[in-house]
């Protein structure tokens, strides 16, 4: 079991950068795949960044590719995502997800544990 918090999220400029947190505040996430999703009101869920559990493999939406970075400090049970050349589109709730032993997954029905999110607003 694991409890995960976001935070981070804020109102920026185009063009800012800013980097999300997500610390599990019970458990470990040392075998945990880690995922990053953000939804904006009345779309579904989309996926953003994942990690996998050893820590050795990440993949990335195509539209956040060459501007977020997602890492992992599994000494401090946290995982980042910097986001840089923040563009209005990535205004969102950002959510944190994490599953035992998980691979680079894209969707959301393959993790288990999820945080309360944090809104980012990126404003022109």
């Known amino acids: 079991q694991v409890q995960l918090v976001e935070s981070g999220g804020g109102l920026v400029q185009v063009g800012d950068s800013l980097t999300l947190s997500c610390v599990a505040s019970e458990g470990t996430i040392s075998n945990y795949g880690m995922g990053w999703f953000r939804q904006t009101p009345g779309k579904e869920r989309e996926f953003v960044a994942t990690i996998n559990w050893s820590g050795g493999a990440h993949y990335y939406a195509d539209s956040v590719k060459a501007r977020f970075t997602m890492s992992i400090d599994k000494s401090k049970s946290t995982v980042y995502l910097q986001m840089n050349s923040l563009e209005p589109e990535d205004t969102a709730v950002y959510y944190c997800?994490?599953?035992?032993?998980?691979?680079?997954?894209?969707?959301?029905?393959?993790?288990?544990?999820w945080g309360q999110g944090t809104q980012v607003t990126v404003s022109s």
């Open positions: 997800a994490a599953d035992y032993y998980s691979d680079c997954w894209d969707k959301e029905v393959n993790f288990e544990f």
